[in-house]
């Protein structure tokens, strides 16, 4: 069944009307005809299910059947990311979307090569991987910053667990046992690490602490990764099934 | 400094001719020269420094200088995966190599639409993301077999969680928490996940489990990533730093 992300609200009352996007989606590419089931979301409402009534090119009309999940709380979990090539900040975006961060913030560091990031894009590959993988929220993208200025500007009641590649840091996991509950946010630096001054800016600031991620020097990408899983599996939603 | 991984012997009283790969690489592609540094490791020798001493397009002399980093044990943990297209298995050989896993072994599953794997290529990039990551091994690419076969000739003493998108396993952290020490596999199903029967037989296995990995249904590529970063965060080497 297709399951789509939509900004409409969802109410068993409320006609549902779905613009062109989704209906080229729903109808070129998908091949789907009246009669069909969806699985609507939107952030806000749970998860629907509706029949698809008239299927158009440029709109198609869903009467809502049922909700099949109730709108849940969901971890508080920022990645913080230097923009990194094409393939590999795609592919956070992505994965920070199936291992359910709430939100994406690209920063700036001082070793970024990428001058700038297509949050578009971004938002675009997280919206299809939150369908594909049966979350009920789209994680946020945030306005790409300068990381001095998104620390500068921090709530010092989320705790910024940075991805110190040099060692510096105690082991992930266990910062994470000894961290108490509250938001959290992982920083990644781009490929090169952070710059010194970064490190003691990080070092001064009460709400940060550097993480280390074992013996062997990790890609940006995969340590973004693999700290978002760490984080959800010790202290995330981890302990849940799907659909339960 | 350019770091190779390399069949040869690495020893200071043996002399060390890399042939016509190592020298295209570094003659061509690194426009190396006599005089330049490198670092060596074959997985049983630890790690070498060395100085190039005649670079040709088809061979390059090198004289071992000082071992850099002797060899030492590394965590036995083997991943288990069902192919999948091009692209992404390729992400899981590259990322079990930065993950620390010990051995990828291709696996066919009843749901496996890949009906062959190539080797030779997951290989390439495993050696290239071991050479990046400064690990001093690179993980064995075994030889590809259907689940029931290698299921069949199973060493009891490894522990086998296969990651059940069912939601049927206890969630992974708390099943790690449980195991005894000792050799560990982690299996990923293809996209579709595991045949009924295949769970079936997996369930009769008394060295097997299955492990949830929480609420989101992840891609099959996400799923392995995910599970070997945990693995090694909760009971692997990650409690070690980069060069310590």
Known sequence: ????????????????TLGKEHAH??????RAKAGDQVLLFNGRDGEWRGKLEAVGKSAVTVELEAQTR???????????AAPIKKERIDLVAEKAAELGASALWPVFTRRTVMSRVNTERLGAHMVE????CERLTVPA???PADLDKALAGWDGGRALLFLDESGGGAPLAQVLAELPAGPLAVLVGPEGGFAPEERVLLS?????RPVGLGPR???AETAAIAALAIVQAVRG?????PRS
């Open 25 to 30: 989606y729903l109808a070129t590419v998908m």
């Open 237 to 241: 939603d981890w302990a849940r099934a």
């Open 70 to 80: 109730p709108q849940a709380a969901e971890p508080d979990l920022w990645l913080l």
């Open 217 to 219: 020097i990790l890609r």
């Open 141 to 143: 993208v945030m306005e």
């Open 204 to 208: 001064t600031l009460p709400f940060a």
């Open 129 to 132: 991987a939150a369908e594909q």
């Open 1 to 16: 069944m297709n399951r789509l992300y939509v900004s409409e609200d969802l109410d068993a009352d409320l006609p549902l």
